[in-house]
């Protein structure tokens, strides 16, 4: 079991960067491939970007790409959210989540953190 949180959200204008990291519990924590999700208000929960149990494998969603860059240092069982170039339609509370390789579906998640950019 791994329990996931998620910090380095806040206000930037737009053009800016952040970087959201999301801190891992758990001596297995290298199993998991990882997931930053977002949920703007009113609309549904997406995939941001996803990386493998090893950092071998990520993928991006389209609305990102070029942008952002997720990356892990499993030493410090952490996974990170470089994004750059930010816009205001990337306003949302983003979330960190975690699942074992074999599974497909995503079943341990964070509290969220909220990144809000300005126009």
């Known amino acids: 079991q791994v329990q996931v949180v998620e910090s380095g959200g806040g206000l930037v204008q737009t053009g800016g960067s952040l970087r959201l990291s999301c801190a891992a519990s758990?001596?297995?924590?290298?199993?998991?491939?990882i997931a930053w999700f977002r949920q703007a208000p009113g609309k549904e929960r997406e995939l941001v970007a996803s990386?493998?149990?090893?950092?071998?494998?990520?993928h991006y969603a389209d609305s990102v790409k070029g942008r952002f860059t997720i990356s892990r240092d499993n030493d410090k069982n952490t996974v990170y959210l470089q994004m750059n170039n930010l816009k205001p339609e990337d306003t949302a509370v983003y979330y960190c989540?975690?699942?074992?390789?074999?599974?497909?579906?995503?079943?341990?998640w964070g509290q969220g953190t909220q990144v809000t950019v300005s126009s």
């Open positions: 989540a975690a699942k074992l390789s074999i599974v497909t579906a995503y079943h341990y």
């Open positions: 990386i493998s149990w090893s950092g071998g494998s990520s």
């Open positions: 758990g001596r297995t924590f290298g199993t998991y491939d």
